[in-house]
């Protein structure tokens, strides 16, 4: 799945790392977020808009889902 | 707060004909307003039932509000830790524990495994099945510790586990249904239990392998 996570993390200027601190996951998850590779469930999607103050459409397109 | 509470509340509280709902006396602001009692159509059975309703409701939502109040802190207080750099990732937590938990199942193991071979050569009968088992208790922690891991863990971390454990289930099922027409033809001894389990491991650890790969 598609996604904005790396511009999105890039304009907060955080390191995959601390975006996985942020919201509780391992480092490698973001990893595969980030290169399409892994849809996150409903609680980290959320979690990733709260974060970003984001909705999770502007997040994730759910049109480049498998 | 209470919404079966309110008609009561107007009909108890009203204030000289202002139909405008007043908080009671004692519970919110204090007014010097005159009090026009219940009338008379409302029994007192019906009053007390109505009561007895809104105090559990008014409870859920007095709970309800002091968790989320309780959830709040915890989540600034990690915010703040964050900031400092001194949280810990629940996914760094999760596997610090589990290697503590099988640090120790482990340690367990090896100490039952002395014992159980140092005494099965002194005991006789039932006892020897009972000492030859006794490991078992230890492997059990382990596997305890795993699947407590893998509750604790982050989610993608969980579907590997997933993936990589189908996988490694379906190789050991394809190994062994060839090793079973093997043997059944003769051309292989029957196979030792412990073959299934190195086997099933391997193929885990094969698997946990390519699948990670897979998700980078």
Partial sequence: MKNRLKVLRAEEDW???ELADRVGVARQTIVALEGGKYAPSLPLAFRLSKLFQKPVEEIFDPESAE | ????????????????????LKPPLG?????????????????SVEDERHRSLCS????????????????????????TQLAMGKALNPTTQAVRTY?????????????VLCA???LFTRVNGVWRIVIALLPIIPVGLVFAAAVRFLLRTDELERQIAGISLALAGGATALLSVTYGFLEVFRFLPPPSAWL????FMLAWFIASFFVRRWFR
């Fill in chain 2, 116 to 118: 159980s071979i140092f």
């Fill in chain 2, 99 to 111: 290697l503590l938990e099988f640090g120790l199942s482990m340690t367990a193991y090896v100490v």
């Fill in chain 2, 1 to 20: 707060m209470c919404q079966v509470y309110r008609p009561l509340q107007r009909e108890m509280f009203a204030v000289g004909g202002d139909d405008n």
């Fill in chain 2, 27 to 43: 519970l919110g602001k204090e007014t010097n307003a005159k009090v026009i009692p219940s009338p008379a159509s409302r029994t």
């Fill in chain 1, 15 to 17: 390191s995959q790392a």
């Fill in chain 2, 196 to 199: 299934t389990w190195t086997t």
């Fill in chain 2, 56 to 79: 559990r409701q008014d409870f859920r939502e007095v709970f309800a509000e002091g968790k989320s109040f309780i959830r709040d802190i915890w989540s600034r207080m990690r915010d």
